[in-house]
């Protein structure tokens, strides 16, 4: 068993971070083409980068290629989780909450719960948290109805 994803493992893409990007292991980055070049950007359901593909396995600053886990285990340590994945607005002192659905929230974080988004905004699910340390990427979009 492999310690990290390293492209080109499947379930991995390795964009440019796009100018002004900088990001942390566990953000969701989304891809958007520019000029026919991939540029990785944080997600961020207030800039219309909602298009999420997947999470960065490591942390990268504007200009750098980062690896982005687009579906399979992710694995941080708490402190990693701790640096983007909040619980209900809240930012987490314990890693992820297992059992919990995480979303795109904003400036490349993430968030469990639905209710800091508007009836009509798209809410990008990212994965499902199985420990305080591990998570099952599998990016999907759902609508807020109500």
């Known amino acids: 068993m492999s310690q990290g994803p390293t492209a080109p493992e499947y379930g991995v893409v390795v964009p440019t971070l796009a100018a002004g990007v900088s990001c942390h292991a566990g ?10 070049v991939g540029y990785g950007y944080l997600g961020n359901k ?7 593909c ?9 200009g750098a290629a980062v690896p982005v886990m687009t579906l399979g285990l992710l694995t941080l340590t708490e402190a990693q989780w ?5 619980s209900g607005g809240a930012a987490p002192t314990t ?6 659905i995480y979303s795109m929230y904003t400036s490349g974080l993430l968030n469990t719960g639905s209710g800091s988004y508007s009836v009509g905004d798209l809410i990008w699910n990212v994965g ?10 599998s990016p999907f979009p759902v609508y807020k109805s109500n």
């Not at 499902?128 to 990427?137: K, P, R, V």
């Open 128 to 137: 499902i948290a199985l420990s305080a340390t591990t998570m099952l990427i």
């Open 27 to 36: 953000s969701p980055i989304a891809i958007e083409n520019v000029g026919g």
């Open 54 to 62: 997947g999470l960065a396995t490591e942390p990268a600053v504007a």
């Open 82 to 86: 701790n640096e983007v994945a909040y």
């Open 46 to 52: 207030h800039t219309g980068n909602t298009l999420v």
């Open 95 to 100: 890693g992820l909450v297992p059992g919990a």
